[in-house]
């Protein structure tokens, strides 16, 4: 069972430094994200629990309990912004391939059909490269984008599938 062990000096350690708003509204930090990343990096499941280790004298379990609450929120909130974000992008990729796919089909049918002329060459020209960029587009889309943005997606779904646990550094 993979869980994640983080050592806080304090709460501030979850939450940026320039942001002085209640725990409940505060901005999780970049840096305790991305240490996050770094122990989700060789390992593609976490199916444990965010174990975050304080000092005694500084744990408040009732502060705890709305930290808790709001790093739990706030990864489900990033969970659903991305996989919408996505879903989004995927339709977009999708749809870029088949209208590419659709021009490159009627610059074919014109080519074929229609004897040559100034008005059939003009429209081919204009045709041939818009398809070949839209259909390229759209694989650069689907091959590469695509896969950054399902890995982000998926970090955030697995943050959004844990619990949030204080215990005592020893």
Excluded at 41 to 64: A, F, H, M, V, Y
Excluded at 121 to 129: Q, W
Aim: proline share 1%; with cysteine; aromatic share 16%.
């Amino acid at each position: 069972m993979k869980e994640i062990k983080l050592w806080l000096d304090s709460y501030d350690d979850i939450y940026s430094d320039f942001d002085s708003r209640n725990y409940l509204k505060r901005r999780i930090s970049e840096d305790f994200l991305e240490e996050l990343k770094n122990e989700l990096k060789n390992d593609e499941q976490l199916d444990g629990d965010i174990i975050l280790l304080l000092p005694k004298n500084k744990r408040d379990e009732t502060s705890e309990k709305i930290i808790a609450d709001s790093i739990t929120a706030y990864f489900n909130k990033q969970y659903d912004f991305h996989k919408n974000k996505c879903q989004g992008k995927l339709n977009k990729g999708v749809v870029l391939f088949i209208i590419g796919f659709v021009i490159m089909l009627l610059n074919s049918w014109v080519s074929f059909t229609y004897k040559e002329s100034f008005g059939i060459i003009f429209l081919r020209i204009l045709l041939e490269p818009a398809g070949w960029f839209l259909l390229w587009a759209a694989f650069d889309f689907l091959f590469y984008d695509y896969q950054k943005l399902k890995t982000i997606r998926n970090f955030y779904k697995q943050l959004s599938n844990t619990m949030v646990l204080f215990k005592t550094a020893e």
